[in-house]
């Protein structure tokens, strides 16, 4: 008998080991991860740091979660690990608390240095460039014009350059449309009556404007934002209670804005606004392909706008759709199919077809022992597009060799060739070749067969059927029965349809036992022509047209059940009435 192997804990805590025993069901159980941080942070940052670096490779996107990491170095006076998360996070991570930790670590621990003001001037400005548009930003603001206001200027040029530098900021400032802007406002009009009063109407009149526009556009962003939680790590579909509330409210914002609500002229404006709510809603929604899918296209399109009137701008913007979607793969779409595949289809409508073999190669890399075979019916298609049927057919030849791909490689393969080339003979050698794999795969067999009746070839769809009933055990085989009876109703005579019908019945004895008229009922039918009415079909027990009914027309199995017994009785009428 083996002995267990034991797991090595970090937490030396009872309950905290009971929390990872949970992470070892699901990684994502963000209670565990609270009674763990707990407990790391309440020790010596060494030990701290392994559990920091598991919670941050789960959770890359949390700002609450970087935030409560570099706290803690900050308390221990680990400055240099600090600066390192700080240039690990900031950029990728566009969480208005994680930058306000940033500005007060520099305010706090740089004083002492010669050029402090400039450091702090810079900090601010880079704050204000990545989160000063978050509706929530206010503070950052105030922060940085009491910064200015404090600073010592000697000299009258000093003066100047200082009474500049603050209007700038409180120019820009009073045009941004964020929370309770009216006593900026204010404070700007009491700043340049101090300054000038000749000039201060003059300027305050020119700026109103912008500020009333800012105004009115915060109340409604006020209005839409509330009820979103911002500060919840991303988790997989499916995980949160209240995931679906919260991501109509995301996306009802988003769509808020492309509506350009700022009223602004400059793409560039519209542009940064739109993709700055998706950096948001990715930190709470980064396993949303959706939400990667609908930023990089709304990207793409507002590049390629300008890209059609000339404006070197689009070229650059372009390039960014292609980071944007490596970002995606970088974190949690390393192994997601439709976002390689949009990638990569927007790298082929740049004409950067080696990027797109690229990108299907590292696709198929990602998904490690998981079937590959879609990955490989896309990166085909689009070897066939870019390149021909010669590159497809290299394609094709890796597919086979990769024991992680199945049938749908042979199946496209096949499809390919003979609507592509023309030629059934190669599709059929394709279908034979994948058959010596695949014979206990009934989709196979059906593909293969659904693909040979429409030839004319009788024969040898009679002769292919006998082989793939034969590989195939009968509790698989009754849907290819049911594909052949169609068939020989179609291009056989009415003896070989009862010949079919018979061995059908030795098949499947219990299919046919009392249930002779249901059975035959299919040998009558059309599309959707039936030689019954509904409620006769319901009443004989009809399964597959009670199945289709039911998928067509909703009705409840209690319902359907009400209609047959009502037919039975002899009341068609009302069968018909309880289905209604």
């Known amino acids: 008998m083996s002995t267990p192997v034991k797991v090595k804990r970090w937490s030396k805590a009872e309950r905290g080991m009971k929390a990872e025993e949970r992470l070892d069901e699901n990684v994502y159980d963000l209670e565990a991860w609270n009674v763990l941080l707990r407990e790391a942070q309440s020790g010596m940052i060494e030990r701290g740091r392994e559990l920091y670096e598991r919670l941050l490779k789960v959770f890359p996107l949390s700002g609450r979660f970087w935030r409560t990491y570099v706290e803690h170095e900050m308390r221990c006076h680990q400055f240099e690990q ?41 900090a601010y400005e880079f704050a204000l460039t990545k989160v000063g548009q978050d ?12 910064f200015l206001r404090a600073g010592e200027a000697s000299g009258s040029f000093a003066e100047n350059q200082k009474i500049a530098a ?4 409180y120019q820009r400032v009073c045009s941004s449309p964020i929370l309770n802007i009216e006593p900026l406002w204010k404070e700007y009009n009491v700043f ?17 404007r912008d500020f009333k526009n800012a105004l009115r556009v915060a109340k409604e962003a006020d209005g839409l934002f509330r009820g979103v939680e911002k500060g919840t790590p991303s988790v997989p579909p499916g995980t949160l209670g209240d995931e679906q509330q919260q991501l109509r409210l995301w996306k009802k914002i988003i769509a808020w804005e492309k509506t350009n609500p700022c009223r602004s002229d400059n793409t560039s404006v519209v542009k940064k606004r739109v993709i700055f709510t998706y950096e948001q809603c990715l930190l709470v929604f980064g396993h949303h392909p959706d939400i990667w899918y609908e930023a990089a296209h709304f990207l793409a399109d507002t590049a390629r706008s300008l890209t059609d009137k000339s404006d070197a701008m689009g070229k650059e913007w372009l390039d960014e759709v292609s980071m944007f979607y490596e970002r995606a793969i970088s974190l949690f779409m390393s192994a997601n199919h439709f976002i390689y595949f949009a990638y990569a289809d927007f790298e082929q409508s740049r004409m950067r077809h080696e990027k797109c073999h690229e990108i299907y190669t590292r696709l198929v890399k990602a998904l490690d022992e998981s079937d590959r075979s879609l990955a490989y019916v896309q990166y085909m298609r ?30 496209a393969a096949a499809l390919m060739e003979y609507t592509c080339s023309k030629d059934k003979n190669i599709a059929i050698k394709i279908f034979e070749l994948g058959l ?20 004319n070839e009788d024969n040898n769809t009679r002769v292919l059927f006998e082989r793939l009933v034969g590989g195939l055990p009968e509790d ?64 004989m027990n009809h399964k597959p047209f009670a199945r289709q009914y039911s998928l067509a027309s909703g009705p409840s199995a209690q319902v359907l059940a009400r209609a047959a ?3 039975t009785r002899g009341d068609a009428t009302h069968a018909k009435s309880v289905i209604a």
């Open 436 to 455: 010596k794999k695949f014979s206990a795969e009934l989709e196979y067999a059906k593909a293969y067969l659904q693909f040979l009746i429409p030839l």
């Open 476 to 539: 698989k085989s009754r849907c290819l029965w049911d594909v052949f009876r169609r068939f020989e109703s179609s291009v056989g005579d009415l003896a070989s349809l009862l010949k079919v019908e018979k061995r059908m019945a030795s098949v499947f004895p219990k299919d046919v036992e009392n249930r002779e008229a249901p059975l035959i009922v299919d040998r009558y039918r059309f599309l959707d022509l039936w030689p019954c009415s509904t409620s006769e079909l319901l009443a």
């Open 192 to 208: 340049e009556q101090s300054v000038n009063k000749v000039l201060a109407k003059k300027l305050c009149e020119e700026r109103s």
């Open 382 to 411: 689009f070897a066939r597009q870019a390149e021909g049927m010669k590159a497809a057919r290299l394609v094709f030849k890796k597919a086979r060799e990769d024991p992680h791909c199945g049938y749908p490689a042979f199946v």
């Open 565 to 567: 017994a009502a037919a």
């Open 82 to 122: 600090v600066e390192k998360i700080f240039q690990r996070s900031l950029v990728k991570v566009l969480h208005l608390d994680l930058w306000k930790c940033y500005l007060m670590y520099v305010r706090e621990t740089k004083t002492s240095l010669p050029g402090f003001r400039e450091k702090m001037t810079q």
């Open 135 to 146: 509706i929530a930003s206010t503070q950052i603001w105030v922060d940085y014009i009491a």
């Open 166 to 169: 603050i209007r700038r900021v």
